[in-house]
């Protein structure tokens, strides 16, 4: 009952979410994009949305909020504390192949968002597993083999939505040579993701995946 009053709340604040960012976005004439905070707007939004939708289709993964909210709110906190003011996009930005680059790496987030707060989950429920009196609570979590497979696929989905990301920022980045040097901070933010989830994704493959049994 706690939880679907926590949902509940978390989706009022979604949709109050989502009409700030409309509200933005037409006086700025272009979606919030450019700067900290609305960075961390749009990835907040798309957070907020991606537990939510993960909620909805399955009820034991409602847990996950534990880890993705907060996260969300951090960052709309950071981005506040930065420079929230309107201002005009600058030249740098206006390429097509940015509203690429900058849609990916919200699915990203998004999606390493997930993988966080699903890690946790799993740490709770293995570590409930161990003691000598389980919790009933750890009971509508998720079996943990379908936790990992979970994990797993959102990593994978974020580590292909990060090259997209970087790949259609490099391209962004020829329309604008003269601003090279002034890479975008989801850029960087990128390839740090992409050299953390590579040996992420082959220890799962190799070392982790159940042994394949002989005919």
């Known amino acids: 009952r706690f939880l679907s009053n926590v949902l509940a709340l978390v989706g009022v604040g979604f949709v109050v979410h989502t009409v700030a960012i409309a509200a933005r976005t037409v006086?700025?004439?272009?979606?919030?994009?450019?700067?900290?905070?609305?960075?961390?707007?749009?990835?907040?939004?798309?957070?907020?949305g991606a537990t939510l939708?993960?909620?909805?289709?399955?009820?034991?993964?409602?847990?996950?909020?534990?880890?993705?909210?907060?996260?969300a709110l951090l960052l709309m906190g950071y981005g506040v504390m930065r420079n929230?003011?309107?201002?005009?996009?600058?030249?740098?930005?206006?390429?097509?192949?940015?509203?690429v680059h900058v849609y990916f790496a919200w699915l990203a987030f998004g999606a390493y968002a997930l993988a966080m707060?699903?890690?946790?989950?799993?740490?709770?429920?293995?570590r409930d597993a161990a003691a000598s009196a389980p919790n009933p609570v750890y009971g509508r979590f998720p079996p943990l083999d379908r936790l990992d497979e979970l994990l797993f696929r959102w990593v994978v989905f974020g580590f292909i939505t990060d090259a997209v990301m970087i790949a259609s920022g490099a391209i962004s980045a020829g329309f604008a040579r003269h601003h090279h040097h002034n890479r975008p901070t989801a850029g960087n933010l990128?390839?740090?993701?992409?050299?953390?989830?590579?040996?992420?994704?082959?220890?799962?493959?190799?070392v982790l995946a159940p042994p394949t049994r002989n005919p």
Not at 62 to 69: D, E
Not at 84 to 99: D, F, N, R
Not at 118 to 125: D, M, N, P, Q, W
Request: glycine share 14%; hydrophobic share 45%; net charge positive.
């Open 27 to 48: 006086a700025q004439g272009h979606l919030p994009w450019a700067g900290d905070y609305e960075n961390g707007l749009l990835v907040g939004w798309f957070i907020a």
């Open 53 to 71: 939708f993960v909620a909805w289709r399955d009820r034991g993964l409602r847990f996950l909020g534990v880890g993705t909210i907060p996260l």
């Open 84 to 99: 929230p003011t309107l201002g005009p996009m600058a030249v740098s930005l206006k390429s097509p192949w940015l509203y």
């Open 117 to 126: 707060g699903g890690g946790i989950v799993y740490l709770l429920k293995e």
């Open 190 to 206: 990128g390839l740090t993701h992409i050299h953390a989830t590579t040996p992420i994704i082959s220890i799962a493959r190799n």
